[in-house]
């Protein structure tokens, strides 16, 4: 099993705590968005929308967080991590629904907008005092490397 993710990536994060809860240890490939590593001819043949994360497993790719969630659970069910009851299930998916109908696509406007703009690199702080487009300190990585 190979794990194609980024460490800044909320879709990424939502399937790493599939994968821990499953105890899953996938072959990992930490994309650098920042430099592109997702627009690689290699990688788009994988996952042609050029984002992360992508699962590959029995030879396949499996792309969007929610429906690799949704195969980790159907294909390595123990622990079981759905619901049986239907009430349940169906808060889970509005959970679920969440990020994908909300969340990806302010992420998504953000992220577009620091990683383009020169002047939002240049004065948007990380929080801890560092420029967004700056060196990360030790041991922490610039959002979306
Ligand atoms: N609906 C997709 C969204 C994937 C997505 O937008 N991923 C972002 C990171 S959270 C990405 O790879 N962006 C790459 C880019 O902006 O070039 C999913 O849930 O997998």
Redesign the pocket.
Known sequence: MEFYH?N?????Q?VRLVLHEKRLAPVEHH?N?RA?D??RPEYLKLNS?????TLVDRGQSI??????CEYLEDAYPDPPLRPNDPLARAAMRIWTLL??TGL?VA??VT??AI?LSPSVSRTASRGDGAPVGGKARPGVASP?E
């Open positions: 980024n800044m990536s909320v879709c990424s939502k994309l968005l592109g997702q627009t929308k050029g984002v992360v994360p792309v969007e967080s929610t429906v690799i990020p994908d990806h992420c998504g992220s577009f990683r979306s």
